[in-house]
């Protein structure tokens, strides 16, 4: 059987039109397609009109900033840049310049580095991410730097020039011995210290916890018997996790008041107040004042005679020579309060001077508040703790200088990664402040209307004495 299959024949049997000839399925693509392009430029519109912006964005910003989840001006204040950092390549064109949160926020910087390394607002906190608090961020954006503190400054550091993470974070810098940091001297916080030595808790107080702390329990003055707890002194302040500051008079006057008495013999039982010498020595006056008006019968030294005018309701008034009488047993009582070895102020305070007109002095011995004041740390999210966990030397201590804060190795029983067998968080974050309290201006820009009042008010860093940033230790 003959093949008359030529390419001609062959050419034949295709219909060439086909691609141009309408079909079912050609129309409904075609439909879809034209659909789908108004349907996208529709979208826009609608939401346009609507004012809704939010259809751009790649997901919610934070909880904080609900307010302005559609009024993307408050941070995209530069149109262009994404453009514009796409064309350069250069990832530092930002849409959201620092500029824009600094009319809410101050973000103070953290320290001076060079400027290379500095960082922009969005690169730690970053938006978009659903309702993530913004300011969480992993230690990939603290150990930028804090992986060669060297590096990033021009000057040597003082801190530790390397922490990378809490598992190899060097020991806290008070209970490491004193030391050169890159050939830099810190500033000091106990008495001269040279390198090598431990730092010291230079309170100008004698105490001995050892002593107070025994089993038994101490006498008071009532002549009851009390066990002392770590709380019988150091309290809690509600709500804020920190420990409040010792007083005299609540914690240790109810078995040492005796020391302030000063003339038992005419003022049994009647101590002078705690404070100041001069408010020491103002009492003693009034007291031996008043004393002149009404003494003892059997006072045993002779008195002057028609010594005090003592009209009721007025105060005493003294006449020459008694006012002599008054300057002389003030002469024996200071002695005794200020002058006496270990007794009267000098039973706590090691620092009793004598100004050059013989007027006592005691200088306010300002117990630290806070040890670790470049971290945060709360007393009350550690309460399921005993103190001495913690604190593990206090029993055996009997001088003040002695430090008694935990190590680090104590923080990393709990706190490490999940991967490590860690109960509890292990970022920087958890333990460190970045911007040392730049959220402390309270007046903001914004009316109740949400109207900026003061466009031209933007926040500034805030002072930063006393808030951590500053030298070490
Ligand atoms: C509270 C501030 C804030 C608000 C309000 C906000 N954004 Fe953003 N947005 C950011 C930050 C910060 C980035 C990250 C910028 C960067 O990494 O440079 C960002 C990034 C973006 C990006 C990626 C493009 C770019 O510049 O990187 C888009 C798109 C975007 N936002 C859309 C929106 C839209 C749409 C809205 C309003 C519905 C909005 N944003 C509201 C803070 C905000
Ligand atoms: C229009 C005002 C406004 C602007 C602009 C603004 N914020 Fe906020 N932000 C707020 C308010 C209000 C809060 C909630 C109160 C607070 O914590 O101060 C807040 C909270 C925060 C918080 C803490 C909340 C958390 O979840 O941890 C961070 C961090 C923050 N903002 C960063 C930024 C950054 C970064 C920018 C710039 C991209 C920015 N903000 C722009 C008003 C603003
Ligand atoms: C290196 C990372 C980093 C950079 C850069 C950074 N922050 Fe923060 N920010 C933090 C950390 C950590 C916290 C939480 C601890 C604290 O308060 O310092 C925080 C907290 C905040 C808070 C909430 C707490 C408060 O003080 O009210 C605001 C608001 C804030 N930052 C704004 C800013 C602004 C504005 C900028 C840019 C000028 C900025 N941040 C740059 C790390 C950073
Ligand atoms: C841009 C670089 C840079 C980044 C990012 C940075 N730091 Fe620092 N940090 C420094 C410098 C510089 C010092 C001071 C060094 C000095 O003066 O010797 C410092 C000091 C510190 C100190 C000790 C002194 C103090 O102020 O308390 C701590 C703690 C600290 N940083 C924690 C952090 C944490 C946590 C983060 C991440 C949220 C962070 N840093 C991110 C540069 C940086
Ligand atoms: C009778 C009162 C009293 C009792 C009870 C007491 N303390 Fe103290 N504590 C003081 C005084 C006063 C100071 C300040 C003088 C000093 O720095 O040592 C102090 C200081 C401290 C300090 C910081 C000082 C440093 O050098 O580190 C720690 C920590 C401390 N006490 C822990 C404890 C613990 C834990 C207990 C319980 C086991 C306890 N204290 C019981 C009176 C007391
Ligand atoms: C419950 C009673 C009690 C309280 C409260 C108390 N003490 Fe004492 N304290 C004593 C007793 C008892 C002694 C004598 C212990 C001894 O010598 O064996 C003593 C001894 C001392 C000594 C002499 C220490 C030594 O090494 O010889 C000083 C200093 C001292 N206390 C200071 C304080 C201070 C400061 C406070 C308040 C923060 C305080 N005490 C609270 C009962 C107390
Ligand atoms: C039993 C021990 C003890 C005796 C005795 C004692 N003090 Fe104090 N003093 C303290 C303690 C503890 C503090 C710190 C807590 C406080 O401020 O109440 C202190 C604080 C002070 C302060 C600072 C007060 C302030 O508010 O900042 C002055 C001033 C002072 N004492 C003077 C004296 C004088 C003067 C005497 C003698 C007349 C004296 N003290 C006797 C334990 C004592
Ligand atoms: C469990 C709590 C905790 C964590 C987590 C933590 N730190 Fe610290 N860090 C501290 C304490 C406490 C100090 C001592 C502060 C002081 O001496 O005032 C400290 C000290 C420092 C210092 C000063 C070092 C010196 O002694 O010269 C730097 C810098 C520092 N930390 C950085 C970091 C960085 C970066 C991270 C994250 C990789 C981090 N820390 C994680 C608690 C922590
Ligand atoms: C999880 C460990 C931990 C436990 C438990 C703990 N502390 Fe502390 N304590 C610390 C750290 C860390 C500091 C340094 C904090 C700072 O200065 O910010 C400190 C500081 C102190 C100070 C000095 C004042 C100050 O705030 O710096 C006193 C006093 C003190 N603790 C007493 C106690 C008492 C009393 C208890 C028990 C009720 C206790 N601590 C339980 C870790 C602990
Ligand atoms: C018994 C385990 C344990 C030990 C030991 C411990 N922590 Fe914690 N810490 C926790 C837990 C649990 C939390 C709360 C949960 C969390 O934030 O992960 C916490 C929270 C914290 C926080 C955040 C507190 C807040 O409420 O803002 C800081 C800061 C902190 N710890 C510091 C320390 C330091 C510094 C040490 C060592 C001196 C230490 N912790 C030792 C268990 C521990």
Redesign the pocket.
């Known amino acids: 059987m003959p093949v008359d299959r030529t390419s001609i024949t062959l050419a034949q049997r295709v219909d060439l039109g086909f691609p141009r000839r309408p079909n079912r399925l050609r129309r409904w693509r075609r439909g879809l397609s034209w659909g789908a392009l108004v349907l996208g430029l529709l979208w826009p519109t609608v939401a346009a009109v609507r004012n809704q ?2 259809l ?3 997901g919610p ?1 934070s909880q904080a ?1 609900q307010l ?5 001006r ?3 204040v530069d149109t262009w ?2 453009a514009a ?1 796409l064309a350069t390549f250069d990832a530092e064109i ?3 310049p620092d500029a824009a949160c600094s009319v809410c926020h101050a973000g103070a910087p953290h320290h001076a580095a060079r400027s290379g390394l500095s960082m ?3 690169d730690c ?4 991410r659903g309702h993530d608090a913004l300011a969480r961020m992993a230690d990939q954006f603290c150990t930028r730097c804090h992986h060669s503190l060297e590096a990033t400054l021009d000057r040597p550091p003082q801190f530790v020039s390397q922490v990378d993470s809490l598992a190899t974070h060097p020991e806290f810098a008070l209970l490491r011995p004193v030391e050169r940091v890159a050939g830099q001297q810190t500033a000091r916080r106990g008495p001269a210290a040279a390198d090598g030595d431990q730092w010291r808790d230079p309170t100008p107080l004698r105490f001995n916890h050892a002593k107070h702390l025994a089993p038994q329990g101490l006498l008071r003055l009532d002549g009851s018997r009390q066990k002392l707890e770590c709380g019988a002194c150091h309290e809690g302040r509600p709500g804020s996790g920190e420990i409040l500051p010792i007083r005299h008079d609540r914690h240790c006057a109810a078995c040492h008041d005796n020391e302030l008495q000063f003339d038992s013999l005419r003022f049994a039982g009647r101590p002078v107040p705690h404070g100041s010498a001069e408010l020491a020595r103002a009492a003693m006056i009034e007291l031996y004042s008043e004393y002149l008006a009404a003494p003892r019968d059997d006072d045993p030294e002779p008195l002057p005679e028609a010594p005090v005018r003592d009209v009721p309701g007025q105060p005493t008034v003294v006449s020459e020579e008694g006012w002599q009488w008054v300057q002389s047993r003030l002469a024996a009582a200071g002695q005794l309060l200020f002058g006496r070895h270990e007794h009267g102020c000098r039973y706590c305070h090691t620092e009793v001077e004598r100004a050059e007109t013989g007027a006592w002095q005691v200088p306010p011995p300002r117990i630290p508040e806070r040890w670790f004041v470049h971290s945060v740390f709360r007393h009350d999210t550690h309460r399921l703790l005993n103190c001495t966990a913690c604190h593990h030397d206090v029993e055996r201590s009997s001088q003040t200088s002695d430090i008694l804060l935990p190590k680090v190795e104590n923080c990393r029983q709990c706190h490490a990664t999940k991967a490590a067998g860690g109960s509890a968080r292990a970022d920087c974050v958890e333990c460190h402040e970045y911007h040392h309290g730049a959220g402390d201006d309270l007046d903001g820009p914004f009316s109740l209307d949400l109207q900026l009042t003061a466009p031209e008010k933007v926040r500034r860093p805030w002072s930063l004495s006393g808030r951590g940033e500053g030298a070490a230790p």
Not at 68 to 72: G, H, L
Not at 125 to 128: A, D
């Open positions: 912006r939010r751009y964005e790649a910003v900033h302005w989840a559609n009024d993307c408050q941070c995209h840049a994404p950092r930002r849409s959201t922009s607002c969005a906190h970053q938006e978009h």
